[in-house]
């Protein structure tokens, strides 16, 4: 803590406390230089941090040029109480630490000699990206805009969707080392107060070293840590956030992500893609199907296998039976263990791919399908079927459009393998039973995690498993948001027309 | 009967932990490990009279049959 | 947490009435009643409908609590703790009973090696995970799948429609048997009056009042999936064979051939009736449990359900030496054992209402 001494603040003392309190930090620039009416300055900053064009035009060289008559008093006046540096975001800041505080955070410190306050001035500039299409969420018919890392052009990128002074954004630092800004988003006339609260409790509680991502966060507020569902949805393209906050629910911007997360969210959320807004409702619903039956297909599939082949055999056709028979004939292990050997490699291909470089990615993406597929089945450790069980299970678990969740059910899969090599379909129905209770428990900031089908929302099912057409959803949805649902008045083009007397000529 | 007795003892330990952490009263505690214990007890014994020519089930069995001669007609 | 809606108690109710009933009962029902099994399953249900009125009757009188709660200050400490005492007990072994029938059925049908401990720990675990989240939870499990449940069962009888024996309708009307009627109206009053379990649940109920409204839809529900599965079977197999088959809702579900990509559906038109008897057991292994909680003046049922389910599961295998055994219960005290504990309740409400009589200001009113 700076403590001066006497009443004189001393521009060398401070600019000593600060050297001290940034040892050896080699990218702290102190800038000494005398203003014009003789008064010595000093201008503290990060290299790369701020625009070093905007402090010469619009601090050295209007300092300099001020009236060299003006008294210290009248210079440290015009300049911390009338603000007439030509720079728009300006803080006066009181202590030292404050100050030390805003220089780590991109802002440029003026120190006047024999002046307590301090000047902070807002100059920001450093490499950021430019907003790219979503590379995880790609869509044919809808925006391609993504978020970056910088916190402000993705706040940005809200208010030009949402233009509306009810659109609330509340800055927290969370992180005692990083104080890694977070800022949320929520519409006030939609968003649910006690929902606002629970959110503000969660995050203010939060005691961390350091935040560097979206999912720090996620796992830290989330209602039930130790599920493997995810709680909390993610995503990188502002047309959802937006969507999501015109429900009623709650954006959380990190700096330094451009992973947003929302919430509440409900599994049925999960499995939503944009796509399914911009696309027309008969085969938006139609491909919402399929996305279920893939998603029981992730999960299920080989564990079906594995219990029809060894328990259940009679159920499948005679010559189905006598192929697959033939298949496994000169395979020496049991069906869950082929199962096992074929998924682990399967998982093992897939982290794999995630970080080969992208000069041999390709051909090591032909050796391992050659080896795990045909290799494999000719040396008899595998059978066809299986390689096909395994390649249709792994082109499913990618259908379902939130990552976290196709991890998830990627995850329970192998429980499911063994409940069906020792109980067959029983096995099966067992594991579903407990899943869906653990699911039935979990909530999303207190929204049920299976609604709106349990427990039944009947207006709410127009946008889960099917997506009724625009004109249809004329509320939002009831499990979260204020009362007062509805968001739109349907088709009144074709009341006015009613109204008119119908069509001219 | 060694796998009862450690699958109602597990259930007994994974209760009182979850009464200890919930700061249940005393008398809770006491209720839920002496039902432990007395189901160990009955447990216990419905197992060892498993081969029996009477089981406890087939006792029980005898207790009803009389009422449902009763209501039914006929038999 | 949540509260139980009408919407919910009648989707649990619906499919816990139907679960065993098409599963185990259709051959005792059909053995007794023969083609007057429909009077049976009618006259059956308004019964278990009543028994249950009156259970309802005595809850509305104390909304906000449970029998185990209130039952002492109706027929006194001394009648009302053995008397509960007696019920739980009686529940766990309906619970108990009802597990080896389900489990013997997996067993027998489609796990011929594996060993009855082996499927009772399992699905033990399953039940008592959902007894240990409480009837709330439960409930709500029943709603999600309501539908593909019922439209399961539904579907039996539809595929095998052109393999039934249609002469044999003309019987449905004119054989008639008194005897085997009023066997069969008992049995089918055991299983429709475990309704009145509602008394253990009630506070977790809201909109009371239409409670009876939500039962008797569920037993509408109920008693036509019954008979859409026995009549069928009937005229398939012919009552006899029906009578003397251990599961002929199985073999029917055996005589399906839905051309020739699938045969055998068995198992997989069994995967939602076996999440009934899964209810089931939940349902009645929750109702000992809330009322040994209330009983014993607790408010919280989570500690005492692992260890009851346990139970449960334990004397399901050990109880009953073999099928046979299981198969002779059922026949002589299966009845019996299911309804005297919902006949309680009637009992508690006569002597309620007896002492309203003598002492109207002590009667608590509505």
Known sequence: MFKNRGSSFQLGERLKWLKNHFSHTSDVIYHDFVAGPGVACALVHLKGMVDLAAIEQSVLKVISSMDPSMSQREFAERLLDHKELPIQQQSVKETMEDAAKGVLDGQALLLIDRERRLLALTVASFEKRSIQEAPNESVIRGPREAFIEDLDTNITLMRRRLKSELLKTELYHIG????????????????????????????????????????????????????????????????VVAASLLEGRIAVFVNGTPIVILAPVTMFMLIQSAEDYYQRYTSSSWLRIIRYFFLFASLLMPSIYIAVTTFHADMIPERLLMTIAASREVVPFPALVEAFIMELSFEALREATLRIPKAIGQSVSIIGALIIGTAAVDAGIVSAAMVIIVSLTGISSYIIPHFDLSLAFRLLRFPFMILAGIFGLFGIVCGMILIYLHLLELRSFGVPYLAPFAPVHLKDIKDSVVRAPWWAMITRPSFFGLPGRRRMASRKWMQARGKDGGNQG | MIGIAAIFLLIGYMEWAYLRRERKSKRTVRIVIGLDVMLIICSEAVYFTRNADVTAGMILNALFTPIQRLLFVGT | MGRITQLQVYMLFSQFLYSTAIGFFVSHLVRQARFMVWVSVLLGAAIGLLITYFAYRLSIRRPDQTLGQYGSQIVGRWVHYPLMAAVIAVNLYAAAFITRQVIDFIVINFLPDTPHWAVALLFGFCVARGVR?????????????????????????????????????????????????????????????????????????????????????????????????????????????TANLTYPTLEVIRFIRAGTFLENLDPLLIIFWLFTTFLKIAIFTLTASIALTHTMKMDNSKSFSSMLTAAVFVFSIYLFPTAAHVERIAVESEATFLLLPNIVPVMYLTVDWLRSLAKPSAHKAQ
Do not use: H
């Open chain 1, 176 to 239: 005692e080392r990083t104080e890694t800004a977070v800022a949320l988003l929520y519409l006030e006339d939609v968003c649910s107060p006690q929902l606002l609260d629970e959110m503000k409790r969660r995050l203010k509680n939060i005691d961390v070293d350091g935040v560097l991502g979206s999912s720090y966060l996620e796992e830290m507020i989330d209602d039930n840590p130790y599920s493997p569902f995810p709680q909390m949805q993610y995503t990188e393209r502002p047309d």
């Open chain 3, 133 to 241: 989240s409480g009837p709330v939870t439960v409930f709500r499990s029943a709603q999600g799948l309501f539908l593909l449940s019922v439209a399961a069962t539904l579907t039996f009888p539809l595929f095998i429609s052109n393999q039934i024996d249609t002469d044999m309708a003309i019987a449905f009307i004119t054989w008639f048997e008194p005897a085997g009627i009023w066997n069969g109206t008992v049995i089918v009053a055991a299983i429709f009056s475990e309704m009145a379990f509602i008394i253990y649940f009630f506070p977790y109920i809201t909109k009371r009042k239409s409670m009876m409204k939500s039962l008797s839809w569920a037993t509408v529900t109920a008693a036509l999936v019954v008979l859409m599965n026995a009549i069928p079977t009937i005229m398939l197999f012919g009552p006899e064979l």
